[in-house]
Structures are given as C-alpha cells and as structure tokens.
T-cell receptor, first 112, second 111 residues
C-alpha cells in the first residue's frame, strides 16, 4: 500500500551533535524521495531530494541516504543547530501518479 | 516576491457556513495542489491541477470544490463546513511532483 512512516515521532539532540532522522516507505514503485522541514506556523520547506537510482546525496550539512533493499530513507544533519528545530517529513513520489505522499513527521528538538 | 501565497492565514467560522481559501503562485509552475494537515501534523494530498485541469482528487467530500481560473491560481471552496474540516490547508506548486513549493498555510477552525 501507499505509506511512508517514520520510526520516531520525536528526536532530541544536543546542539553540535549530529542528527539522524529515519523514514520507512512501502511502495517499491516510488522513484523519488524528498525531505521537508516545517517550522512552527510555516509551510513545509524543501531540504534535499534523492532519486531511486542513487543511494546517497549530500547538501550543506545534510545528507540523505536511500536503501531500496529495505525501503529505508534517512536524513543526517551535521552539527545540529537550534535553528534546525522543526518537524521533518519524508515524502515519496510514486512513479507515474503525480502524487507526493508524506510520512507522519519527526519533531527534532535541539537542546542548547 | 512571495512564491506561493494563500489568503486568509486564519479562518474561524461556524459549522454549516461556506468559505473559500485563495492561492496564487508566481513561480510559473504548471501544477498546483491542496494539502490538508491535521492536528497530528499528517499531510494528505487533496487535489492537484495541471494547467487548470484536475489531475488528482483524493476521495475528498463533494463539499470541497477546487477552482483554477488560470494556472497561477488554485482556490478552494468548502460548503457546509463541519467540525472535522478544522485543519491547516496548504497550497503548493511545482513544475512536476519534484520539489513542491508550499504556501504558508491557512488555519481553518470550525466552531
């Protein structure tokens, strides 16, 4: 079925530590994955994406890893800062449907 | 120079009323969407339009009627509002399902 889920609803990290947010998806027809960040009172904001023909992609302080064998996606944030505190969503695009399906979201709390 | 804008930002209304939310994008994208975010932050697609044509309608009640007068606008009209319609509604646009750009959201509260 179509479902994208996250292993933990809340992640609390110390400022300066690395954060890892995980996501499981179930649709093997998904060919594109995105991570979004949503700050309080705002709309989701694009962070990084990855296509199914890749297993890793790096951005500024963020890395997305894709393991298609176990249908797992992760977002790594290096040197987490207070400004990283937000809800993070993974989303999958199911090929040829035009639909982006969102996971439940993980709240990242950064402790000073 | 806002990319995707929505009005109003907050909407408080009584059950049974009819209300509209407007959305505009200045990114030149062909596709626009409406998403509903519930109290648990779950984001669910409602509709998508491509060049004013309805592409996706995700089993949304008939009380919800999207209208796209042109490809830069996608408005959402809701008839006979119910308590369960209370949520945050996000408009978004993209050139494809990739890299969707979201608006700031409209918080609808039905009393």
């Amino acid at each position: 079925g179509e479902s994208v889920g996250l292993h933990l609803p809340t992640l609390s990290v110390q400022e300066g530590d690395n954060s890892i947010i995980n996501c499981a998806y179930s649709n093997s027809a998904s060919d594109y994955f995105i991570w979004y960040k949503q700050e309080s009172g705002k709309g989701p904001q694009f962070i990084i994406d990855i296509r199914s023909n890749m297993d890793k992609r790096q951005g500024q302080r963020v890395t997305v890893l894709l393991n298609k064998t176990v249908k797992h996606l992760s977002l790594q944030i290096a040197a987490t800062q207070p400004g990283d505190s937000a809800v993070y969503f993974c989303a999958e695009n199911i090929r040829n449907t035009g639909k982006l399906i969102f996971g439940q979201g993980t709240t990242l709390q950064v402790k000073p | 120079d806002t990319a995707v804008s929505q009005t109003p930002k907050y909407l408080v209304t009584q059950m049974g009323n009819d209300k509209s939310i407007k959305c505009e994008q200045n990114l030149g994208h062909d596709t626009m969407y409406w998403y509903k975010q519930d109290s648990k932050k779950f984001l669910k697609i409602m509709f998508s339009y491509n060049n004013k044509e309805l592409i996706i309608n995700e089993t949304v009640p008939n009380r919800f009627s999207p209208k796209s007068p042109d490809k830069a606008h996608l408005n959402l009209h809701i008839n006979s509002l119910e308590l369960g319609d209370s949520a945050v509604y996000f408009c978004a646009s993209s050139q494809s399902p990739d890299r969707m750009h979201f608006g700031p959201g409209t918080r609808l509260t039905v009393l």
